[in-house]
């Protein structure tokens, strides 16, 4: 799991990620696929989604909390380890979430306001162009997620078999499977 240095010894650390976007850019699809990589791996997980008007372009977020026992699934504000924003105008609704140490992954090639000058761990990824590289611009959530799972102690066979799991025809899972595994390679 994502852990600080003093960290090391503990087998299963309790784990807060807030996956947010808007509508369409497929935040509950891959919401649910780490809830079930983290639940294979033997923690409690919780999920919550919020969908507002997510069918034009609206806010989505969900907040996912994992760990030996996890009570609710709605995070305190500063108490969030993992934010992933597809849609990094989102990303400024959810900094009362953030603390020090949470490890934010944006999609994007820039900052684009001041306020991100705060954050102090803070991974611009373009996955849109990687995205349309690969050939489907739906991708960018898949390579964000696999971008996040190099930071968590999962091991490759659970994400391979969730993601397969998530999608029923076969191109499809090879694609995003492909998106994912992009994803693990960028180093920022």
Not at 86 to 115: H, R, V
Request: charged content about 30%; hydrophobic content about 40%; proline content about 1%.
């Amino acid at each position: 799991m994502y852990l600080d240095k003093k960290d090391k010894g503990r087998k299963m650390r309790r784990l807060n990620i807030i996956i947010c976007g808007i509508g369409g850019q497929g935040i509950i699809l891959v919401s649910n696929i780490l809830a079930e990589a983290l639940f294979s791996k033997g923690y409690d997980v919780k999920l919550s989604e919020t969908k507002g008007m997510s069918r034009r372009g609206g806010s989505v977020s969900c907040h996912i909390k994992a760990g030996k026992e996890v009570y609710s699934p709605l995070m305190r504000y500063g108490d969030t380890d993992m934010v992933i924003c597809i849609e990094k105008n989102e990303m400024p609704n959810f900094f009362d979430y953030l603390n020090k140490k949470t490890l934010i992954i944006m999609n994007g090639e820039y900052k684009i306001k001041e306020e991100f000058d705060k954050i102090n761990n803070l991974k611009l990824i373009n996955a849109d162009m990687i995205a349309n590289r690969i050939g489907n611009k739906k991708l960018t959530n898949m390579i964000l997620l696999g971008y996040l799972s190099e930071y968590l102690k999962i091991d490759n066979r659970i994400w391979t078999n969730t993601i397969k799991k998530a999608f029923t025809k076969k191109d499809m899972r090879e694609l995003n499977l492909k998106a994912f595994l992009e994803g693990k390679r960028i180093r920022v």
